[in-house]
């Protein structure tokens, strides 16, 4: 019966982790994991705690810098950004005003929603601007010639 609480809590941490994205939930579930088979051969409960205790706390301690180490994005390990990363630093033509609350910029072709970086800036159609920051799908955009070359 232990053992199916500890698969339980395995499982919930699991779920956790997939909405927190923290990587580190994610390594006492793995101790639970662990627990549950020390119960499974008929552990005493105190046995179990310290499994769970000792695979967590080694995971964490072993585990995680390797995860985070490979985790870190492209411009702190020096590759070359792809993706949202490297849109950091794109040139684009304002194609409908953009202010803080909407417009439309066109960057390498492609057409995306943009605000003004700092919220009180307007940029006209035609203005050259580049991109500072991206938020989900839409970036924020600050004029071309007061940046230096990304």
Not at 10 to 24: D, K, R, S
Not at 106 to 121: H, P, T, V
């Amino acid at each position: 019966m232990e053992a199916v609480l500890w698969i339980v809590l395995a499982i919930a941490l699991v779920i956790g982790e997939a909405f927190t994205a923290t990587i580190l939930v994610i390594f006492f579930a793995a101790g639970a994991a662990a627990a549950a088979g020390a119960a499974a051969l008929g552990a005493p409960l105190l046995v179990q705690v310290i499994v769970f205790a000792l695979v967590s706390g080694l995971s964490v301690a072993a585990v995680r810098p390797i995860v985070m180490r490979h985790a870190r994005p492209a411009i702190e390990t020096g590759d070359t950004p792809f993706g949202i990363e490297a849109m950091a630093g794109a040139r684009g033509t304002v194609v409908d005003a953009v202010d803080a609350g909407r417009g439309m910029v066109k960057i390498d072709g492609e057409l995306w929603q943009a605000r003004s970086f700092d919220g009180n800036e307007s940029f006209q159609p035609g203005d050259r601007v580049r991109v500072v920051k991206v938020r989900g799908a839409t970036v924020l955009v600050w004029h071309d010639d007061d940046l230096p070359d990304v």
